[in-house]
């Protein structure tokens, strides 16, 4: 099937839901994880992405989300951010993300649903700051927006009680926000879903497709590489979001 196909199922189709990963950002400039250029091949995710190793070494893991803040703070939203946001404020889509890096909220994309959390949010991690008599850890709930690049201190502290603050994102092994995937399950009973930029490997977020198939969902799929959803996809179309999500526009206007 081909980029016509799915316009003409786009034009069907009420809703609409499309889940992002990693690749959208590619173009951004901002690093994937899986892949020749992912961060994972030069960083064990079980050193940096759980919990398990923030609490062996807070600094080391603060280091690498404080660099990778600094990349993605030059980054704008590219065409393909661009495409989705206009798309999701004109109804025609829910977009679904597990990217940390808030570029489709910066394109201006309404409602999106962040299933990972952000780069740009801490929350409290609950743990004393070892030799501080100063830091009280206390169970200190709420998160907080902080944008600041590079960090006044490292590792950044909780405002309230002192501890070690922790990115509001989330690690290997950590449930998601209750909320999220309720709206993301809703979002996943659609017409169509498209699976976009991601390697479609990380759960629950690569569930979202088969539980969207098993509803009936025409189901599709732009990447440059083929995944484990290519062979379930309705439509599999090999290109990067950034080219193909503005052909796809321009074949709606048409
Ligand atoms: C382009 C492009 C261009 C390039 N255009 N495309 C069921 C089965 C097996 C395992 C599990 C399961 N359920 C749960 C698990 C365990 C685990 C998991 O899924 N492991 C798998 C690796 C096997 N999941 C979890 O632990 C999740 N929690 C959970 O399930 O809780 C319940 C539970 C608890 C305890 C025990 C059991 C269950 C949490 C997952 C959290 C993931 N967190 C991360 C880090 C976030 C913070 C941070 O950024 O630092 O999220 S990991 C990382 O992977 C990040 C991403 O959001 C996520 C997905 O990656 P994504 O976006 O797909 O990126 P890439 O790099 O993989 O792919 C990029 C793609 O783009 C490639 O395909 C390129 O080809 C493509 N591309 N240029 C379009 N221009």
Redo the contacts with the bound molecule.
Sequence with gaps: MSLEDLAAHLRRASRVTVL?????S??SGVP????AE???RHYR?ED??TAAAFHRDPLLVWEW?AS?RAVVGRCEPNP?HQVLARWSRERRCTVVT???DDLHHRAGTAGVIR???S?WELRCAGVAVPGDRRSRHGVCPEEWRDETVPFAEMPPRCPHCRGLAR?A????????RERDMRDAATAARCDLFMA????????????LLHEAQRQGAVTAE????A?PASRSVTIAIQ????D?LPRLDLLLAN
């Design positions: 992002t990963g990693a690749g959208i590619a173009a994937t994880f899986r892949g992912g961060l994972w995710p940096l992405a989300y990778r393909g597990q990217n940390v299933l990972h959390g780069l990115p994102v989330v690690w290997f092994g950590e449930t998601l976009i930029g991601t390697s479609a490997i990380v759960h629950p977020a690569a569930g732009i990447n440059p590489v995944t290109g990067a979001a950034e193909v």
